[in-house]
């Protein structure tokens, strides 16, 4: 028996032993099934589909290459609709990417002459979970796939040089968590979301081409929380591109982005008896909006003038300035909400080519848009700016800040009803985790979370693999600074082993997903 043969003998029994195996480059299984834990390090030569079983982690260190043969030499008929030829890696058991800010961890194809073939993707299912830290992956057709499995977090990752959509997630996943990753989307869209699974995405640089559709895409029962993120030039000159888009019946919140140089910043379609919904903006949670043919959009699709469906649109405290249209409506108008009498909208709208908000809506009776206590600028002068509106808009009670700068509370002698104070509020923090202390933690830690409003709030814990080890529900609570200690036990009231656990907030629309390391 020779050399390598014996040391292959000897690690598979290893491997049999439940330790975790951790090989050279050259002694790498490169295709097939991987049944025992394993670490990868150095540069990895892919040939075929790999697929990491149920129960076994697969850990990748710092600095791997992975280089990927386009062709597959070993199609997994186990793996979903992946029978086509190229390399697919699947996670079924668990996938822990250990990149660091110097020394990523790239997924690349080693066909590196221009235009060659790409391999196809990296799929979470079937239970499957992953935490992928300081990667990148490129030359995939269709980047990374999330389906049915456990929790999913990636962090400051890249994604460039996919032939469509860098991110897709559906199915049913615990929760998915993408942060301080980066998206140079050649065709597709960034990131598309059709899961009823909280899905976080947050602090992420998301760019565009002309050839690209959109950052984020949300359609189905899609549940999203954009919060931080940087998403520009989806203007694919069809005027179809927009940095977020929802459609079908899923929803969205939308806090602090700065959404530019697209078609469409913000679209939100309601069609075929589905209404998407969305939250835009909150008190020192707004979003800026520039640059864009229309920032947000609000449209009903579909036969008839006045559909019966209609998307909502929640619109405070944005700063939309530089549009052609700041805001506009297609067929309904209804649900357009851009500030009310008693709760303005406190969003600056200036700056915009053709009009701050357009309402085409075909409705009888006519619909308005409500936009009432918003900021519309001042001209060079420092006047004041009254609102220019198309269709049927009740921009009343409109206001101007000092400095033209967004903020501030000065009445401005424009609006029908006359000028008013608008009274400044109480500040109000978003609903999100603010702390896991100690981290890492032996026996128990302190888990901090802000809520914005009076909410339901419960706090969950999940393993690496997906299972729910613990949950908290805390019936209503106030809006403010909270606290729960977990005690690292399960539900049962056992203690449970050292390893990475994942601590999940949702309270309303919002989901929050950090860390948390045991170590005993």
Known sequence: MSTIKRIASLLQVLGFLGCVVALPSELLATSGDISTNTTWSGTVNVTGDVRVLSGVTLTIVAGTQISINPASSTDISAIPAQMNGKVDICIVGHLQVNGTCDSHVAFYSNDGSPGGDDWYQLVVSSNGSAAINHAELRNCEYGLAISTG??????ESEFADNDDDDITIGGTPASVSISACTFDVEEGAGIKVSTSAPVTIAGCTIAGTSSSSNGVEASSSAVVDLRSNNIDGFDNGGNT???????GNSSASLYDNHIVGCDNGIRVVAGGGSQASALIGAEDDGNEIESCAVGISVETTGPGSCPA???????????????DIGIKTVKTASGVDAGTNGDYGYNKIEGSTSYA?????SCTPTQTVTARGNNWGRDGSNNCIAAVTSGSVDANEIWCPGSGEPGGCHSCPQGSS?????????????TMLTSVAPNPFNPETTIGFELGASLQPEIAIYNVTGQLVRIERMGPQPAGHHTWVWDGRDRNGSSVGSGVYFVVLKAGVVTDVRKAVLLK
């Open 357 to 361: 908000i357009s309402n085409t809506s």
């Open 418 to 430: 006359g000028a008013q104070e608008v009274p400044k509020r109480t500040r109000q923090n978003p």
């Open 150 to 155: 456990g929790v999913v977090s990636v962090s």
């Open 309 to 323: 469906y209609t998307p909502t649109a929640l619109i405070r405290y944005n700063w939309i300035h530089g549009n």
């Open 241 to 247: 591109g927009c940095g977020v888009f929802l459609q």
